[in-house]
C-alpha cells in the first residue's frame, strides 16, 4: 500500500534569533493510502502544527515531508497550492462564511479547481450535501442550520474536490456526543467511499474506535504510534 505522507526527521520553530523556539522534534511518520489515523495528546503538544505542515499550510522548514511523493520542505507557494488542492479540511469552528448559502460554502472547496465551470461547481456541491443528508439546505444560512449541520456542511466542503487527504482539527469539540459520533461515522464512510486517507487531531476518547492507527504527541514528540486494540 502506498504512502500519502512519509515524514523523516521533521523539526519546527516559531520565531526567530534568541524569541525562536522549537515546537516539533524529529518527528518520523508514514500514512497509508486509505488509513484512518487519530492523533491525540494535550493542548500544546504541536498536533495542529504537525496537521498544517502535513496540509501545505505552513512552509517546512527542516527535515522531510512528502506528500505524495512530492518533498515539501522549502517548497515553492505554488507547490503548496498544488498540495492543499489535493487535501481537504475540516476544523473545530466550522469555518462557514455567514453571508453565504450552504451550497456556495461548499462550493468555495472547488474553487481552487479552474477546470470545473460555476454550474459544475453548483451541481457538484448540491450532490455533496445531499450526500451528508442535506439536500434540503441547499439555500439556508449558517445562522438557519443547527451545530451539527454546519459541520456537515464544513465535511461536504473539504470533500467536495474528492481529495486524496482529509485534514480533520477537533471536529466534534463543540458538538454534543450523539452529534460528534454522527459526524465522524459521516466522514469515515465518505472518506471510504472516495478512497481518502484520514488524520484527525481529538481529545475525545469517544470515537478512538474508528481509527486504524493512534498516534500520541507530547511536547512536540511523536510519543507513539499504535493499532487500537479492536484491530486485527
Do not use: W
Not at 520553530?13 to 495528546?41: P, R, S, Y
Amino acid at each position: 500500500m502506498t504512502s500519502v505522507i512519509t515524514i523523516q526527521g521533521l523539526n519546527h520553530f516559531f520565531g526567530q534569533g534568541e524569541q525562536q523556539k522549537q515546537v516539533l522534534f524529529n518527528i518520523e511518520l508514514k500514512i497509508k493510502a486509505g488509513e484512518i489515523v487519530l492523533m491525540t495528546g494535550p493542548s500544546g503538544s504541536g498536533k495542529t502544527t504537525l496537521l498544517t505542515l502535513i496540509g501545505g499550510l505552513r512552509l517546512v522548514q527542516s527535515g522531510s515531508l512528502r506528500f505524495l511523493g512530492e518533498e515539501l520542505c522549502k517548497a515553492t507557494q505554488a507547490r503548496l497550492v498544488q498540495v492543499r488542492r489535493q487535501a481537504g479540511y475540516i476544523f473545530q469552528a466550522h469555518n462557514l462564511h455567514e453571508s453565504l448559502t450552504a451550497q456556495q460554502n461548499v462550493r468555495m472547496g472547488l474553487e481552487m479547481h479552474p477546470q470545473y465551470s460555476v454550474e459544475k461547481m453548483n451541481k457538484m456541491a448540491a450532490e455533496m450535501l445531499a450526500l451528508v443528508g442535506l439536500d434540503h439546505r441547499l439555500n439556508h444560512y449558517p445562522d438557519q442550520l443547527s451545530g451539527g449541520q454546519k459541520q456537515r456542511v464544513a465535511i461536504a466542503r473539504a470533500l467536495v474536490s474528492r481529495p486524496k487527504l482529509l485534514l480533520a482539527d477537533e471536529p466534534t469539540a463543540a458538538l454534543d456526543s450523539k452529534t460528534g459520533r454522527d459526524v465522524v461515522s459521516l466522514m469515515q464512510y465518505l472518506a471510504q467511499e472516495q478512497g481518502c486517507t484520514i488524520l484527525l487531531v481529538t481529545h475525545d476518547s469517544r470515537i478512538l474506535d474508528i481509527a486504524d492507527r493512534i498516534i500520541h504527541m507530547e511536547d512536540g514528540v511523536l510519543k507513539s504510534d499504535m493499532i487500537p486494540a479492536h484491530q486485527p
